[in-house]
């Protein structure tokens, strides 16, 4: 029997360690505009067309997740703003949040293409969006993305604060990159009313020449040197999720820390990933996933096997990852790249 993903709200998705998954964040492609040294190799081989789930799947698929529960929806890629047609899916999402089901439609985009879009997200429901960002140094900048354009990127974080969206700056701590911009970095960001987040880099695919270990700069090092210079007040604030907050008293601003290697975040997890092509991965730091996809194609217009595939993957959700770095070696390396899962 066909059934409906308006019908009455069937029971929420949970996790064999009582954890409620309320949000899904999706790859819409798994293409990009940069080559980002840690993301991306630089002669990156992309996914055929076909094998990508359409826009109109993408919209039965997250309306399924929405319909079991989930209530906030990250749109990720690769680049989700290179994907042609996207914004038709943005506005088909913004019913969800018209009808109250879903709290939260955001992204995480490199900034390139927010000049031309921030206004129809805006339109679309978007409240608030993170911009990834790790240097101010145009050069530098030309290095850690390969292909980026900071000018770019700089009016499109503009923009997106004049369409009124809320703007949080995410930097990968890269050790020898961008240690001597800390403060200049939380500078920039305090004089623009922006939240920042430290990111540590993580073990995700082959990116060629580039060395893990060279590249690992961690956080707790990062948080010394902030505190030499203010007032790190601790924050409850919790969202689910891997980041951990600080206020710095003397600015008033909010600094995040992402930290998978010398802190495991997997005890309040709620979130699962959607691949582009309809893998689910119930966790960034574990390769085991399922297929949606095919539940999907084999059932148009029928929602329950898709609905019977989510909760059965939900319920392989394990406890956490096994990122480390500390014998020198990268234990617990994943062998697809961050654009592929979507970060």
């Known amino acids: 029997m066909t059934q409906s993903i308006t019908s009455p709200a069937p029971a929420p998705l949970v996790d064999p360690f009582q954890r409620a998954i309320s949000y899904l964040r ?12 840690y993301c991306m190799s630089e002669n ?11 826009l109109e799947e993408l919209d039965v698929m997250c309306s ?15 680049e989700p703003l290179v994907r042609k047609g996207i914004m038709t899916f943005f506005d088909a999402m913004s019913r969800h949040l018209d009808s109250g089901a879903l709290r939260e439609l955001t992204l995480t985009t490199n900034g390139s293409q927010l000049e031309k879009f921030a206004p129809d997200l805006a339109a679309a429901g978007v ?25 770019q990127v700089l009016r499109g974080i503009e923009a997106a604060q004049k369409a009124g969206l809320r703007v949080k700056i995410n930097a990968v701590a890269l050790k020898g990159f961008n240690e001597d911009e800390l403060f200049t970095l939380a500078a920039w960001c305090a004089d623009r009313d922006m939240d ?5 880099v993580m073990p995700m695919g082959d990116i060629g020449n580039e060395d893990r270990l060279d590249q690992y ?6 948080r010394a040197r902030l505190a030499e210079r203010f007032t790190l007040t601790d924050l409850a604030e919790r ?3 891997p980041a951990r907050y600080v206020r710095l008293e003397e600015t008033g601003q909010k600094i995040g820390f992402i930290t998978p290697l010398t802190h495991n975040f997997c005890e309040s997890c709620n979130r699962v990933r959607l691949t582009c092509t309809g893998e689910l991965y119930m966790c960034l730091g ?20 898709l609905e019977d595939a989510i909760r059965a993957a939900i319920r392989l959700k394990p406890k956490g990852h096994d990122f480390d770095y500390s014998r020198q070696v990268v234990d617990g390396k994943m062998s697809r790249h961050m654009s592929h899962t979507g970060g």
Not at 26 to 37: A, H, K, L, N, Q
Not at 45 to 53: D, S, W
Request: charged content about 30%.
């Open 26 to 37: 999706v790859s819409v492609t798994d293409r990009c505009d940069f080559r980002c040294v």
């Open 217 to 222: 700069w961690p956080l707790r090092d990062l």
């Open 286 to 305: 574990q390769e085991d996933m399922a297929d949606l996809r095919a539940p999907l194609r084999a059932n148009p217009g029928d929602t329950e096997a």
């Open 239 to 241: 969202t689910g999720g």
């Open 196 to 200: 920042l987040t430290f990111i540590e």
């Open 64 to 78: 399924t997740f929405i319909r079991l529960g989930v209530e906030k929806l990250r749109i990720t890629g690769g």
């Open 127 to 151: 409240r608030r969006i993170n911009v990834s960002l790790d240097t101010l140094d145009d050069a530098k900048f030309a290095q850690i993305t390969r292909w980026g354009r900071l000018p």
């Open 44 to 54: 990156m081989t992309f996914l055929p067309k076909a094998q990508l789930l359409t």
